[in-house]
């Protein structure tokens, strides 16, 4: 089918009033400073929810904003599409939960684990199902309270995460707006890199796993990061030349917000200035499934992203999981 097909029609934003800020990991008893996450990552602080904040309460409040800016109320949504690392509830998914939350009686809502990448694997299989006449009109949802399932003793991970929501309503295309290519890619083999190992049900949460902790993430971090830079360079590639486009097209790149060095070594690759290069993961941290979105809807609010804009979205994940996709607004 021709493309562009779906267009983001409005796009919301939520992240917890509560900010943590680096110089506070030390009261909670981490060996860090701010100098050295600051120098390794970029970031200086992040949102972190509080115990009445859930998934589906942020969720709730930026699908809310993206609904009132695309002019479509809950009896319009199809479909709901949730992508999470951290759902409310193991059963059933949070995203019937956000269903339930805003009235959308007619949607079909189903989650996407695909961690940081849920949020571009969401918009391409919105995308597919809207194409195929199984939807009209849909809220694709990133969000992560990932500060519940991070192991506030490890300061390898516990100083990354930060927890917040993004959504964008997705409506048929018009004036050529809209989904101009997709890429997305997966390796299984990598999954011990990041990955939590109790919990599931092949490691059934139980005094052992809370014992050792091996319910919480737990990542290698420097492999990731090589992983990370390899696979988002090749997404952005993919994504470009799925759209007969260039580095120099691009007017904006939203990348994963994990680590400044990540995002500055996929824009170098890419060919695209850090000038045009979105950057807030010194504010929220990484956010994972929320990260592109919040990314999105703030570059938006700033005028960064205008009528016409081509913007390269991409993110990389625990799976490993990778998506890009390149957007006319
Ligand atoms: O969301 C998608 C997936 N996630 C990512 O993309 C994250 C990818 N990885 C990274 O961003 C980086 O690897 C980290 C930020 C996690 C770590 O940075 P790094 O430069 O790769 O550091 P490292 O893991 O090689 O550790 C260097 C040193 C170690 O000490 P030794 O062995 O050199 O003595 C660590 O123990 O830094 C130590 N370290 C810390 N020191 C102070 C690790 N965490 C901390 C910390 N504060 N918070």
Known sequence: MKRPFAYL?????????????????AALGLETSDEW?????????????GPSETNTSMSAA????AMERAGVHAGELDLIVLGTASPDHLLPSTAVEIQAE??????????????CSSWLYGLIVAEGLMMSGNAETALVVGTEKLSAIVDWRDRSTAVLFGDGSGAAVLKRSKHGKGILSTYFRSDGNLAQLLHRRAGGAAQPFDAAALADRSFYIEMEGREVFKHAVRSMADACDRALDGAKLTGADIDLLIPHQANIRIIEATAKHAGIPMEKVFVNVDRY??????????????AMASGRVTDGST???VAFGAGFTWASLVVRF
């Open 62 to 65: 930026a699908s809310r904003v």
């Open 9 to 25: 029609a409005g796009v919301g934003r939520c992240a917890p009033e509560r900010i943590l800020h680096n110089s506070e990991f």
């Open 37 to 49: 996450i600051v120098q390794r990552t970029g970031i200086r602080e992040r949102h972190i929810a």
């Open 311 to 313: 913007v390269l979205l």
């Open 285 to 298: 941290g990484n956010t994972s499934s929320a990260s592109v979105p919040m990314a999105l809807e703030e």
């Open 102 to 115: 805003l009235g959308a009686s007619r949607a079909a809502a189903f989650d996407i684990s695909a961690a």
